[in-house]
């Protein structure tokens, strides 16, 4: 069974930082290439980070390059999300997905707030 398993969400001021983790079991992990998502209320899901399998190459949206971080561990079957200097745009729930060609996977998404 395909679980996709994201944590580390939470409250969090302007400037500050979090650490999202995404725990990924039942498919070979180290074959997909992962990417975290977000959706604010009332917009659209949109690509924040990506990376690639082997974690080669990796590329953000330009609202958080130079803030988020995406990395991956292969061995751990797990991709993370560091997010620095938050602002209260940055307010959503965040998706990790996992590709393979056709093939991908969400898990259940894990809220982040950033407020005074």
């Known amino acids: 069974q395909v679980q996709l398993v994201e944590s580390g969400g939470g409250l969090v001021r302007p400037g500050g930082s979090l650490r999202l983790s995404c725990a990924a079991s039942?498919?070979?992990?180290?074959?997909?290439?992962m990417s975290w998502y977000r959706q604010a209320p009332g917009k659209e899901r949109e690509l924040v980070a990506g990376?690639?399998?082997?974690?080669?190459?990796?590329n953000y949206a330009d609202s958080v390059k130079g803030r988020f971080t995406i990395s991956r561990d292969n061995g751990q079957n797990t991709v993370y999300l560091q997010m620095n200097s938050l602002k209260p745009e940055d307010t959503a729930v965040y998706y990790c997905?996992?590709?393979?060609?056709?093939?991908?996977?969400w898990g259940q998404g894990t809220q982040v707030t950033v407020s005074a």
């Open positions: 039942g498919f070979t992990f180290s074959r997909y290439d």
């Open positions: 990376i690639t399998r082997s974690g080669g190459r990796t």
């Open positions: 997905k996992a590709v393979l060609l056709r093939e991908s996977w």
